[in-house]
């Protein structure tokens, strides 16, 4: 592949950090932008990507994810795995997002399910299905994105 100029590279990143902070993984970032894993993780590194995914991970899931490793952990006689103070405070927060932006954040979770779903039949696939399952998810995720910001716009309303 060419060199890329410093505005490309730019896009390339900025494209990169969006998809793996919604929870796309770096191989399949790879292939839906054409950039290398290696340099998509020096650039995760450098720009602290793994941070950026983190604050975005206010999801119902995520918070029933922490919440069932705490009941595990005290059905097992184990430490606690989160202080229960910081996990009620996520929950909290979650409740004090607006009507609107809740229905935004389960519509984005359900929507980063579905693509996932794709990419994992793409990965599942090869040849011409696994070119279909690929150019379908990058024609479709732009507008998921698309419809999510309205949502989210809306909200602020």
Excluded at 15 to 25: A, H, N, V, W
Aim: glycine residues 8%; neutral net charge; aromatic residues 8%.
């Amino acid at each position: 592949m060419a060199r890329l100029t410093a505005v490309e590279a730019d896009y390339k990143r900025s494209q990169g950090k969006e998809l793996f902070t919604k929870g796309f993984s770096i191989a399949n970032i790879s292939e839906m932008i054409g950039i290398g894993v290696k340099t998509l993780g020096k650039w995760r590194e450098d720009g602290k990507w793994d941070e950026e995914r983190e604050l975005q991970t206010l999801k119902p899931s995520n918070i029933r994810k922490l919440t069932l490793k705490c009941a595990q952990a005290i059905e097992r006689g184990e430490p606690l795995p989160y202080k229960a103070d910081d996990i009620t405070k996520i929950v909290a927060a979650f409740d004090r997002i607006t009507d609107h932006n809740k229905i935004a954040v389960y519509t984005m979770e359900s929507l980063d399910g579905f693509s996932n779903f794709i990419l994992e039949k793409a990965g599942q696939s090869s040849g011409k299905k696994r070119e279909t399952y690929m150019s379908t998810i990058k024609e479709i995720r732009p507008y998921f994105d698309m419809y999510i910001t309205e949502l989210l716009q809306k909200g602020d309303d």
